[in-house]
């Protein structure tokens, strides 16, 4: 398995946290000549270029930045990269032609191939940008009143317009816990890692096994509690790896690695359709034939993925 670099995480940008308290200067800032604005349109994003020529974000300024920001539905402060101003613009409101035309001789891709794609921190941005406008298309009424809401501080939080409400509320991440079960045998035979199949995921991949954080737990019961209700293992520890933004739409996936007391497997069929214990020589295996072009065979979640990570750092750790 060769490592790759995970998707959303190299980010450098200054989220201008003083800038977001003066209205009217980020209004002007806007319309400045350095400024940049890119154009989304719902879980999509405009780049130039195609794979193969090093495509980076579209980041109108000038008459084209006035354009889109005419049209859009939202505009975003992201923060300052090398002093110049990043705001995120939401197209979704439109058609997805008329999308296109205001985002000139650009290509639009969903957010998980521009991880891929684009440079680290470039990736970094659609991924907070992404998560960030999802948030305000969905809380455009108040929670307490119904009323509606409107943006403040450059898009870091939303508040009530009601006089008498005035309720303000603020952008989320959801907490999910990812985790690598492997069981170490005490006869000295080799150890085995858990691996599930959900019906959601392309055909004849497994993965790492995964859920949301419940109110009033740490991470480390998540992890206990959600390998236990999808398949019935036991674990008796679970140590922190790593964590990755994951704008889909907007969670922040903690990954463990996890020790297994167990090994009989009993499937919740409701979260899983399979669930398996396999060696490295195996999940090896299956991503020597996950590189060979239309091998209909087992496969593993993509390079750029948490999951990845995980099954890497334990097929090194011999």
Known sequence: MIP?????????????????????????????????????????????????????????????????IESASEILFLGLNEGRALFAADLSHLEESAARQQAIGATLIGLRQGGVLLNPAEGAVIAYAGSLLHWHRHNRYCGSCGEKTEHRQGGRARCCTHPACRREAYPRSDPAVIMLVEHRPTDGSPSRCLLGRHSHLPTGMYSTLAGFVEPGETLEQAVTREVFEETGIHIKKANYLASQPWPFPSSLM????????????????????????????????????????????????????????LLDTWLTNL
């Open 4 to 68: 790759q670099r995970l998707s959303f995480i190299d980010g450098n940008l200054d989220r201008g946290d003083g800038l977001r308290r003066d209205e009217d200067a980020l209004t002007k800032l806007q319309t400045h000549g350095d400024t940049r604005i890119i154009p989304f349109w719902h879980n999509q994003v405009f780049i130039n270029g195609l794979e193969g020529t090093s495509p980076t974000l579209k980041q109108c300024c000038g008459e084209e930045a006035v354009g889109i």
């Open 254 to 309: 903690v990954g463990f690695l996890a020790e297994a007391t167990t090994t009989e497997i009993t499937l919740d069929l409701e979260e899983l359709e399979d669930a398996r214990w396999f060696s490295r020589e195996e999940v090896m295996q299956i991503s020597r034939d996950d590189q060979e072009p239309g091998a209909e065979t087992l496969r593993l979640p993509g390079r750029d993925s948490i999951a990845h990570r």
